[in-house]
T-cell receptor, first 116, second 113 residues
Framework: EPEVTQTPSHQVTQMGQEVILRCVPI?????FYWYRQILGQKVEFLVS????????KSEIFDDQFSVERPDGSNFTLKIRSTKLEDSAMYFC??????????????FGPGTRLTVL | KQEVTQIPAALSVPEGENLVLNCSFT??????LQWFRQDPGKGLTSLLL?????REQTSGRLNASLDKSSGRSTLYIAASQPGDSATYLC????????????FGRGTSLIVHP
């Protein structure tokens, strides 16, 4: 069964460094999403992406964050200058046709980001 | 601003029991509601998606109901099994131009043999 994959599974970085989290969505999906979950907290939406542009973003997704689909398979989340409070599990998700969020989203296993 | 609350926060039951997990939301103008399962250290798995026009959805031993007017959804798990042990999350998506989902904190379920 097709699945969303994410790399790396765990990323440790120093405060102020740039990180890129990578995701490979399910191949025929059109919508892509990033979420984060700080340890012990709720899952929070970051951004949705469709047709090579951001369709929605939350207030968390500030200028330090960016997303890109550099080729036909990868979807990346970049954090330019990491802060301690960026430490969290980051989940990528994708969904099929229809308007955003009307269809079931399939989540990857997550990347645990630790900022020291 | 939408607020989503899940009760109980944790539940421990013997195998075979029928369970009800609750999700309540403050703004009844929703687009849809989705129930997820999250295993420790893992991503989310979608269980059921209920559109705002629907009253319930069923999948195997799972049944989710939606009552928009009262701002409530319930997830019913029949004949629970140890493999059902996980955290169950509900997420609500609003209307009015933004489909950003709001998640609850989840119900942590342990089913012991």
């Amino acid at each position: 069964e097709p699945e969303v994959t994410q790399t790396p599974s765990h990323q440790v970085t120093q405060m102020g460094q740039e990180v890129i989290l990578r995701c490979v969505p399910i191949s025929n999906h059109l919508y892509f999403y990033w979420y984060r979950q700080i340890l012990g907290q709720k899952v929070e939406f970051l951004v949705s992406f469709y047709n090579n542009e951001i369709s929605e973003k939350s207030e968390i997704f500030d200028d330090q964050f960016s997303v890109e689909r550099p080729d036909g398979s990868n979807f990346t989340l970049k954090i330019r200058s990491t802060k301690l409070e960026d430490s969290a599990m980051y989940f990528c998700a994708s969904s099929d046709l229809g308007t955003p969020f009307t269809d079931t989203q399939y989540f990857g296993p997550g990347t645990r980001l630790t900022v020291l | 601003k939408q607020e989503v609350t899940q009760i109980p926060a944790a539940l421990s039951v013997p195998e075979g029991e029928n369970l009800v997990l609750n999700c309540s939301f403050t703004d009844s103008a929703i687009y849809n509601l989705q129930w997820f399962r999250q295993d420790p250290g893992k991503g989310l798995t979608s269980l059921l998606l209920i559109q705002s026009s629907q009253r319930e959805q069923t999948s195997g031993r799972l049944n989710a109901s939606l009552d928009k007017s009262s701002g409530r959804s319930t997830l019913y798990i029949a004949a629970s099994q140890p493999g059902d042990s996980a955290t169950y999350l509900c997420a609500v998506r609003g209307v009015g131009g933004s489909y950003i989902p709001t998640f609850g904190r989840g119900t942590s379920l342990i089913v012991h043999p």
